[in-house]
């Protein structure tokens, strides 16, 4: 089946720490994205990618990177410089721009 | 203004009975409309695209109103598994990226 894959489900993160979110899909779309929910909030756009080897901000970027070396992965790294990390994380992939979104299951991320 | 706003909530209703929600959107050069519904602690799933003609799923319509810039959704014949969040989402005209409304909570109660 296709689909998009997101690991691990649940992550802790120490003080200091980087960690990286892995998203990956076989349903062949050019773009993914990645959101950041916090409890009771909307989702609120990171990065994204339309192409591979070529990514943009989303509006809450800092303190988070991303790459895009192969169109069936998109991986999200949240660095020491993120002071409040603690979320859902989402990965999203589309055909193209403005076309409905399809989600991985998410990544909930805590501080230890 | 936000971009995408939603009423939202909690709207308690019981099984059976019709409810409506509305979203409006700030930018009119909008193409794309969504619904996507969302479980409590899951990931988002998209429900029903909206067309301009308007569009009906089963039980679930979709009407789009450019004029007044607002979208909304009727759910006939609730089920109690219709409870959830129901997320409006517009893309940003011109921008490569769809914004997503805050959600609006439903609950159906037996």
């Known amino acids: 089946d296709g689909g998009i894959t997101q690991s691990p489900k649940y992550l802790f993160r120490k003080e200091g720490q980087n960690v990286t979110l892995s998203c990956e899909q076989n349903?062949?779309?050019?773009?993914m994205y990645w959101y950041r929910q916090d409890p009771g909030q909307g989702l609120r756009l990171i990065y994204y990618s339309q192409i591979v080897n070529d990514f943009q901000k989303g509006d809450i970027a800092e303190g988070y990177s991303v790459s895009r070396e192969k169109k069936e992965s998109f991986p999200l790294t949240v660095t020491s410089a993120q002071k409040n990390p603690t979320a859902f994380y989402l990965c999203?992939?589309?055909?193209?721009?403005?076309?409905?979104?399809?989600f991985g299951d998410g990544t909930r991320l805590s501080i230890l | 203004r936000k971009e995408v706003e939603q009423d939202p909530g909690p709207f308690n209703v019981p099984e059976g009975a019709t409810v409506a929600f509305n979203c409006t959107y700030s930018n009119s050069a909008s193409q794309s409309f969504f619904w996507y519904r969302q479980d409590c602690r899951k990931e988002p799933k998209l429900l029903m695209s909206v067309y301009s003609s308007g569009n009906e799923d089963g039980r679930f319509t979709a009407q789009l109103n450019r004029a007044s810039q607002y979208i909304s959704l009727l759910i006939r014949d609730s089920k109690l598994s219709d409870s959830a969040t129901y997320l409006c989402?517009?893309?940003?005209?011109?921008?490569?990226?769809?914004?997503f409304g805050q959600g609006t909570r439903l609950t159906i109660n037996p």
């Open positions: 999203a992939s589309s055909k193209g721009a403005g076309q409905p979104q399809h």
């Open positions: 349903l062949n779309h050019d773009a």
């Open positions: 989402v517009v893309n940003g005209g011109g921008a490569q990226k769809l914004v």
